[in-house]
């Protein structure tokens, strides 16, 4: 059985959504993640533009397992972070993505709460000689800033008619 609070899927989704800002600073559109949950790219996707706009305002709260599956895929996140009680997204996330800590937990199976003190002691070590000496993990990592984009070129701005003289002189004269 899965331990923590309750935290409803819409406010799971609208803490991944916020992470998925683009390099603009926006949000993608509820059509562009429907279309992201399909199974291969430019495929049928797991659910309609409804369904996730219901989804993220909270109407609807119990999706199906391929719904489910889809979301992950267009959240980029662990299926197990949607479901209810699993809130840690960093734990989940080293989880899925790291064969030799789901060996670490198998290796502690049996152990016990002595075996899980030392594993925990060991790994705050680890991390002291990492340079990581703040302990407290947040549940949910800080998404890496966007990159910021080179400008690009746009529409001139309406020049003056003294202005525009002196841009086509120069122009003219190659300054």
Do not use: W
Not at 117 to 142: F, K, S
């Amino acid at each position: 059985m899965p331990h923590g609070p309750d935290i409803p899927l819409a406010s799971k989704l609208a803490v991944l959504l916020s992470r998925k800002r683009g390099a603009d600073g926006k949000t993608p559109s509820t059509r562009a993640i429907a279309a992201a949950t399909a199974e291969t790219p430019g495929g049928k996707p797991a659910m309609t533009h409804q369904v996730v706009n219901d989804l993220l305002n909270g109407i609807k709260t119990n999706p199906s397992t391929s719904q489910l599956l889809g979301l992950a895929r267009a959240f980029d996140c662990p299926v197990a972070y949607l479901l209810p009680g699993y809130n840690g997204l960093t734990s989940l996330s080293v989880y899925e993505e790291q064969q030799d800590a789901r060996e670490a937990l198998r290796l502690v199976h049996d152990l016990g709460h002595v075996g899980v003190a030392e594993l925990l002691e060991a790994a705050r070590e680890i991390r002291v000689r990492h340079g990581r000496t703040d302990l407290t993990v947040p549940e949910v990592p800080e998404p890496l800033p966007p990159v910021a984009e080179p400008p690009r070129p746009g529409r001139r701005r309406r020049l003056s008619f003294t202005e525009a003289a002196e841009r086509a002189v120069s122009d003219l004269e190659g300054t």
